[in-house]
């Protein structure tokens, strides 16, 4: 039995050969509050894709206690500067679309998350909210997922709190993914 690179999981493998993790998706947050300040977050209203993934990857691995705002496309700027929030996903923000990145990478390369199962995830991500579905086989399901969650769940503080589950989920699928590979 080895243990996994993450906290309070282990990896091993079964008498088939496969790999089975025992343990929980550990939250690890708060490394990067600012002073010890719960950090606060501002994106566009009508969350979908990136909009729900970037609330899930900085809950579970930048700040625990983070605080998510959603608002007209036009005030995101103006709300920022009022609330002392960070942007992302938003026209012109550097934690948004760039080349063929999505915000989620942006997040992920800002904060130097280098974990391959979560890098696997990213590229799922990019090619869910691109809707670039030849990148990956994944893509399209997610996508399929974020619509009906968003017809289920048109506020969009319920929508992505509902959608963890979704990527808590992905994500121990990327893990196993990865711990596959790594035989």
């Known amino acids: 039995m080895g243990e996994s690179s993450r906290p309070g999981c282990r990896l091993y493998i079964d008498e088939s050969g496969d790999h089975v993790m025992d343990g929980v998706i550990p939250l690890l947050g708060p490394r990067s509050r600012k002073e010890g300040k719960q950090m606060k977050w501002i994106t ?39 609330e002392g929030a960070i942007p992302f996903d938003a026209p012109g923000v550097e934690l948004g679309h760039h080349d ?52 289920r769940f048109p506020d969009d503080t319920a929508n992505f709190e509902h959608q963890f589950a979704v990527y808590d989920a992905l994500y121990a699928w990327c893990r196993l993914e990865v711990a596959k590979a790594g035989r």
């Open 100 to 151: 063929e990145k999505c915000s989620f990478e942006a997040i992920v390369e800002r904060y130097q998350l280098t974990e391959k199962a979560l890098l696997r995830l990213a590229r799922i991500v990019n090619a869910a909210d691109t809707g670039r579905f030849d990148r990956d086989p994944i893509a399209a399901g997610l996508e399929a997922i974020a619509v009906g969650y968003s017809l």
């Open 44 to 82: 566009r209203s009508h969350v979908h894709m990136d909009r729900v993934a970037c609330p899930w990857l900085i809950k579970r691995f930048i700040d625990s206690e983070a605080e998510f705002l959603f608002v007209p496309k036009s005030r995101v700027d103006e709300v920022a500067k009022q």
